[in-house]
């Protein structure tokens, strides 16, 4: 049972571009929602969160909106950078509960 | 620097055996947290610590078992009962439940 779906597995933008990761939840219960970045052979990063109380929070080129009603939430990399080339996961959880659920991950690829 | 060590990076198990995955952790975080990584999933937990010498299961806890004797350490056993141990194993910790995780490097164990 997927909680937490991101249904593109990759994504490719040129550099300089806008690069918009997409996820979907399904438990209503979900208030925390957590971005990772992943590069090869290494353990993910955590790069930027929100909780249910905001609809936006922005730290440097990336950007996280929510959308509750829509029970959506997206990651925009503005500009696009060839280091932004990664995998990025989502994740969500209960704000007071460890059962944090992540998505299957979007494979991003920014070509110069 | 502080951070979470994982080792070994690469591992192989024989059929009946059973091995021991290493996760120390210098960031004197209370939590630590085991997940499995499978192509095309997201990350699945399997056993979480809240303090010292206390550990839940998570949603594929059987055929693994934890130990948390000490902060640092959250040491991963797979045992035989495990009947599809080939996967990416990740740990990580966090200040406390319901904050961003910090992850090691990860494990991959494959079957001889």
């Known amino acids: 049972d997927q909680q937490v779906k991101q249904n593109s597995p990759s994504l490719s933008v040129q550099e300089g571009r806008i690069s918009i990761l997409n996820c979907d939840y399904t438990?209503?219960?979900?208030?925390?929602f957590l971005w990772y970045k992943k590069y090869p052979a290494e353990g993910p990063t955590f790069l930027i969160s929100i909780s249910s109380i905001k609809d936006k929070n922005e730290d440097g080129r990336f950007t996280v909106f929510l959308n509750k009603s829509a029970k959506h939430l997206s990651l925009h990399i503005v500009p696009s950078q060839p280091g932004d080339s990664a995998v990025y996961f989502c994740a969500a959880s209960p704000d007071n509960n460890n059962d944090m659920r992540f998505g299957a991950g979007t494979r991003l690829t920014v070509k110069p | 620097d502080g951070g979470i060590t994982q080792s070994p990076k690469y591992l192989f198990r024989k059929e009946g055996q059973n091995v021991t995955l290493s996760c120390e952790q210098n960031l004197n975080h209370d939590a630590m947290y085991w997940y499995r990584q499978d192509p095309g999933q997201g990350l699945r937990l399997i056993y979480y610590s809240q303090i010292v010498n206390d550990f839940q299961k998570g949603d594929i806890a059987e055929g693994y078992s934890v130990s948390r004797e000490k902060k640092e350490s959250f040491p991963l056993t797979v045992t035989s009962a495990q009947k599809n141990p080939t996967a990416f194993y990740l740990c990580?910790?966090?200040?406390?439940?319901?904050?961003?995780?910090?992850f090691g490097d990860g494990t991959r164990l494959s079957i001889l």
């Open positions: 438990n209503s219960m979900f208030d925390y």
């Open positions: 990580a910790s966090s200040i406390q439940r319901g904050q961003p995780q910090h």
